[in-house]
């Protein structure tokens, strides 16, 4: 699938902390950088040292044309894209609460298109991505979506666009409500007595370790939780407020990925 990138060339919309992890994965996979043009107004030192084509007249006709610019910037950023439109590039966008429809409006009816939602462990090769795609993407464009999205990390794809706020909420959003679990954890320790630094290091360290212990057990995340829960010790005493169906986690979990999905929504009209 990378021969078709590596041949025709890969166009990046914009390079910030999203694009520089992708491209980082594209180059360690073997997409030589002359096989790359990207497009951005603030470059990082890193990217200057690419080698990819950086801020120079784009490709007619370039396997893929990935966007990677925020949401609010698109309007800006897609008139540099239309003359790729209607043709055989592939648009791949990475973009919160753009839809289809609206690439499909500013490029053309018959434009591959691909939407894909990573998150950000994208950046040290952990992420996960949602994708779907148009039926002029197909088979072959979701392949190659796939295929693309992997270098840097795990790929799903889903059943249908109607799915993708789901996505954003759940995985998407998602890290940001592990890194506030290690605030409150942290803060919880300090207010137990143990001093701030102490209580951030185990904070952070445990959640870390239970992630990965997560990534690497072939046992689901309800046999590990029972593992670590004592009948009548400290872990069950905590979990009985955690596990709670009116107050703890799980309903509170449901409210808040609910209220993520409900603004994509309102994003994408």
């Not at 078709?4 to 360690?28: I, Q, T």
Request: aromatic share 2%; glycine share 12%; proline share 6%.
């Amino acid at each position: 699938m990378l021969d078709a990138v590596a041949r025709d060339g890969l166009v990046l919309l914009g390079c910030g902390k999203m694009g520089s992890a992708l491209l980082a994965g594209w180059l360690a996979a073997g997409v030589p950088a002359s096989a790359v043009w990207v497009i951005e107004p603030d470059p990082t030192q890193w990217l200057n040292t690419t080698g990819v084509h950086l801020n120079r007249p784009l490709p007619a006709a370039p396997a893929v044309a990935l966007v990677a610019v925020k949401p609010q910037m698109m309007g800006a950023a897609l008139p540099a894209l239309v003359a790729m439109g209607n043709g055989r590039t592939l648009f791949v966008s990475i973009a919160a609460g753009t839809s289809i429809a609206r690439f499909e409006s500013a490029l053309g009816a018959q434009t591959p298109i691909v939407r894909a939602m990573p998150n950000t462990p994208a950046m040290v090769g952990r992420g996960i991505t949602g994708i779907c795609g148009n039926a002029h993407a197909g088979a072959r464009g979701l392949a190659l979506a796939r295929t693309l999205m992997q270098a840097v990390g795990e790929v799903v794809e889903l059943e249908g666009e109607h799915q993708i706020d789901a996505v954003t909420a759940v995985s998407g959003s998602g890290p940001a409500y592990v890194f506030h679990l290690i605030e409150a954890l942290a803060a919880a320790g300090v207010a137990e007595g143990l001093p701030e630094a102490v209580a951030m290091q185990l904070a952070r360290t445990t959640v870390c370790g239970a992630g990965e212990l997560a990534w690497r057990s072939s046992e689901s995340a309800a046999q590990l939780r029972i593992n670590v829960t004592s009948p009548g010790g400290t872990t069950a005493a905590a979990l009985a407020h955690l596990m709670d169906t009116r107050t703890g986690l799980p309903p509170l979990m449901r409210r808040a990925v609910h209220a993520a999905v409900e603004r994509g929504r309102e994003l994408g009209k």
